[in-house]
């Protein structure tokens, strides 16, 4: 809370930290618990560079679920053979999809499914009738997954650092940017036969590109079970079809906000900012060249929202911001709908070009915000994890098809729903969020699939200073990178 010169997305919150740099990101964490994650924010470098934030209850405060006897980071990743620097350099180059990964990870290992990795397996040893806390975080470029343990349930407690109601499942899907916390009860000794569980996560892909479709395993062992691992049978979970979207909405439509008296859901029950956004994918022509490798060989692979593909500045834009300097970084026409309606989620548009520019949206201080995220069928409906910085929101309603506004918000929850900081926007479909502009800054809000991000999937949230000295914009640290 208004310490966003520590939020660090390039360009955005600062100027990246330059070779033999440093600066020190600091800020308070507040009313969170759970997992969070850190990451690089400038081009692709978070393929490699990400780590855990593991918030603890308050000392003597109670976790609503029964104590786990340990917690334990999983986090997946990808891992590339080849700089993923030069592949997203040769992509916007040539105009067309940036090659794939050649593996996940969990916990920076690939573990033995691949042909070179089974020495490189992360195993989780578990004792038997103990609970587990496994804190779940996507940090993979570009793949939302669906991830599985072998002959155990699983039960979801917590969101992006937000608790949830808890319920059993045998199969949880996670998007790039989001951490899932879920307790694993280990089977009592004599209901645990000598076995090896695969504990699995492949991907859940929608989009008409090419995609890394591959299975990265890790094992679950119980110490209790001594002898040969080779001799033991080995257990696979059950896992969806790449681009299983029913079991994917019947997943997320569980998660509900805890919502108790010690832990309330203050969802926005008004809304003083209403705005539409169309996701999803476009093209601009080939610059100079007139062929290149995109959607056609005149065209290249861009990504937009409202038709705006975002420009980045060389200017970050919280500094232009605070120092009321803004001419020339960024304009505050991002458009509020759609400039040019269409049947979103049916037959595209005959051109599919976008425009660009850096534009943002401004809000004042503590308004109440309504977006609505429609995904489009332009170069194929697909899945887009939206992420928002700065905020948590609410999800008070999704469905598929185009968003009606005189039907669907009859529908939407406003007791329970899921907080988040990113959510996804159906495949063919559309989902609304709503937050209180209570943090004053700029803050970024972009897809967290790291290739529709570099192609101007992305905008930003200009909010407003409030009229009391705990409602303004902290000053820039000393140390703050300079452009």
């Not at 060249?289 to 593909?309: D, I, K, L, R, Y």
Request: aromatic residues 10%; neutral net charge.
């Amino acid at each position: 809370m208004r310490t966003g010169w520590s939020d660090g997305p390039a360009y955005v919150t600062q100027c990246p930290i330059q070779t033999g740099q440093s600066f020190v990101y600091n800020f308070t964490i507040t009313g969170q618990r759970g997992t969070l994650f850190w990451h690089a924010h400038v081009s692709w470098m978070r393929s490699t560079l990400y780590g855990p934030i593991v918030i603890l209850p308050k000392s003597g405060v109670p976790l609503p679920f029964a104590k786990p006897h340990r917690d334990v980071a999983i986090v997946f990743g990808e891992w590339f053979n080849t700089d993923p620097e030069a592949i997203i350099a040769q992509a916007m180059q040539t105009g067309g999809g940036p090659n794939v990964s050649d593996a996940y990870t969990i916990n920076g290992l690939p573990g033995p499914l691949y042909n070179c990795s089974s020495k490189d397996t992360f195993r989780l040893k578990v004792r038997a009738g103990e609970t587990y806390l496994l804190r779940l975080i996507n940090a993979a470029l570009n793949d939302e997954l669906f991830f599985s343990v072998a002959n155990h349930t699983l039960t979801v407690v917590d969101v992006d650092a937000a608790y949830v109601k808890p319920f059993d499942t045998n199969l949880v899907l996670i998007t790039p940017g989001q951490t899932t916390n879920v307790l694993l009860r280990a089977k009592p000794n004599d209901g645990c036969p000598p076995a090896t569980h695969l504990m699995l996560a492949r991907p859940y892909a929608t989009g008409s590109g090419t995609f890394d479709n591959t299975t990265v395993a890790a094992v679950l062992e119980y110490y209790a079970t001594a002898g040969n691992i080779k001799s033991r049978p080995l257990f696979r979970p059950a896992l969806p079809v790449f681009n299983d979207t029913a079991v994917a909405t019947s997943f997320v439509t569980k998660l509900r906000s805890l919502a108790s008296p010690e832990y309330p859901a203050n969802v926005p029950r008004r809304v003083d900012k209403p705005f539409f956004f169309t996701v999803g994918l476009g093209t601009i022509p080939c610059p100079g060249n007139p062929t290149c490798q995109g959607p056609t060989n005149t065209t290249m692979f861009t990504a937009s929202m409202n038709n705006v593909s975002f420009n980045m500045p060389t200017t970050a834009l919280l500094q232009a911001h605070y120092s009321g300097n803004a001419a020339g970084v960024y304009t505050t026409d991002f458009p509020t709908t759609p400039p040019e309606p269409f049947n979103y989620t049916g037959t595209p548009p005959n051109n599919t070009n976008v425009s660009n520019g850096t534009k943002v949206v401004v809000l004042p201080y503590n308004a109440s915000v309504e977006v609505v995220l429609q995904d489009t069928s332009i170069l194929a409906a697909e899945s887009h994890p939206l992420h928002l910085h700065g905020f948590d929101f609410f999800v008070v309603g999704q469905g598929s098809g185009n968003y009606d506004p005189a039907k669907h918000p009859a529908g939407f929850n406003l007791v329970d729903p899921v907080q988040r900081n990113t959510v996804g926007v159906p495949a063919g479909g559309w989902v609304a969020i709503r937050f209180f502009a209570d943090n004053p800054g700029v803050w970024f809000m972009h897809c967290h699939l790291e290739v529709h991000t570099t192609w101007g999937l992305k905008m930003a949230w200009v909010v407003n200073d409030g009229p009391l000295p705990e409602q303004k914009l902290m000053p820039p640290p000393s140390d703050l990178p300079t452009c």
